[in-house]
């Protein structure tokens, strides 16, 4: 198997042993995302939750997601576990976030050009439609459908 058919596999089941514990512990699993690094493999997960996430959040989860994962070795071989919040540029990721950071500054970076454009810049005004995203940026909106989204994040800094 290919890393690539590999890693969408690992990330689907660890997202999939992962979320009920988030959700009963009051965080959102924005991320789960295997990777090979300099050092090895990492399995980084990115939470989330009202108010931030405090180092406490983040290790509390680390310990009982290595013991699960150790239970149901979804990933073979060694690896890293990182379990992190987002930070202050914040990825967006299901269509709900969008709906969440209307108003805010916002860069996205589409997989095929959208009116000459890969990139954007600008204040996300919404979701339009339910399947598009609508950025104020250059002066101008920009609908921009879901689906071709590669990367979107806030972008406070």
Known sequence: ????????????????????????????????????????????LVIDKEGGVSLDDCSRLSRVVSDLLDVHDPVPGSYNLEVSSPGINRPLIKIEDYERFS????????????????????VLRGVSDGDQIVIDASGREFYLPI????KARLDIL
């Not at 970076?109 to 959208?114: F, H, N």
């Open 1 to 44: 198997m290919r890393f690539e058919e590999l890693k969408k596999d690992i990330e689907r089941k660890v997202g999939e042993l992962v979320k009920p514990l988030t959700d009963y512990s009051g965080l959102e699993l924005l991320l789960v995302e295997f990777v090979k690094g300099p050092r090895g493999k990492v399995l980084r």
């Open 103 to 122: 108003g805010k500054k916002v860069f996205v970076r589409t997989k095929e050009p959208v009116e000459g454009r890969r990139k954007f810049k600008g």
């Open 147 to 150: 689906g071709l989204i590669k």
